[in-house]
């Protein structure tokens, strides 16, 4: 089974078909940026961008990714210059940062699609996605602040 992750074609045993996307990635490929949160899809701490969309790896089979673009946390920066979500929210860091590779990873599809959300599209954008610590200005700030960068308007 072949898998497209971060741009370069892998290999891996076919069976690993069922076995949930977040464990491929974590005990497989030692890829463990995205978190195990809740395993039920309902927190988001564990999303990865497959075909563009945001996607939760504990709810999606390793081989539904098969045939797909896969791009994981580690797959954003270009080389040493950081995607500017990732500077964003650098710059402005959480508090536990437990969430933070969800909101991250959906931050950057957002962007993908919409260069200048308003506040509004970045609330609906980012409501699927929870934070325990409460971190949701800092959230909400970092991705307008993604944009600016990502845009050159700083
Ligand atoms: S760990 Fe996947 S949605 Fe919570
Ligand atoms: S910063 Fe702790 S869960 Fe979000």
Same mark, same amino acid.
């Given at each position: 089974m072949q898998l497209n992750l971060n741009g370069k074609n892998i290999e891996i045993a076919e069976d690993l078909r069922d076995e949930p /996307?977040?464990?491929?990635?974590?005990d497989r490929l030692?890829?463990?940026?995205?978190r195990y949160g809740c395993g039920a899809g309902w927190c988001g701490s564990c999303t990865v961008i497959l075909d563009g969309k945001a996607t939760r790896s504990c709810q999606t089979k390793t081989s539904q990714a098969v045939g797909k673009s896969l791009i994981t946390l580690?797959? /954003?920066a270009n080389g040493d210059k950081l995607h500017p979500v990732q500077q964003a929210f650098l710059e402005n860091p959480l508090q536990?940062?437990?969430?933070m590779t969800g909101h991250i990873m959906t931050a950057?599809?957002?962007?993908?699609?919409t260069a200048n959300p308003s506040s509004?599209?970045?609330?609906a954008a980012m409501d699927a996605n929870l934070c325990r610590c409460g971190g949701y200005n800092n959230i909400r700030q970092n991705v307008?602040?993604?944009s600016e960068i990502a845009r050159g308007a700083t």
């Open positions: /996307l977040i464990w491929t990635l974590h030692q890829l463990n940026g995205s580690e797959g /954003l536990c940062c437990y969430c950057v599809v957002l962007l993908e699609n509004v599209q970045i609330d307008a602040r993604a």
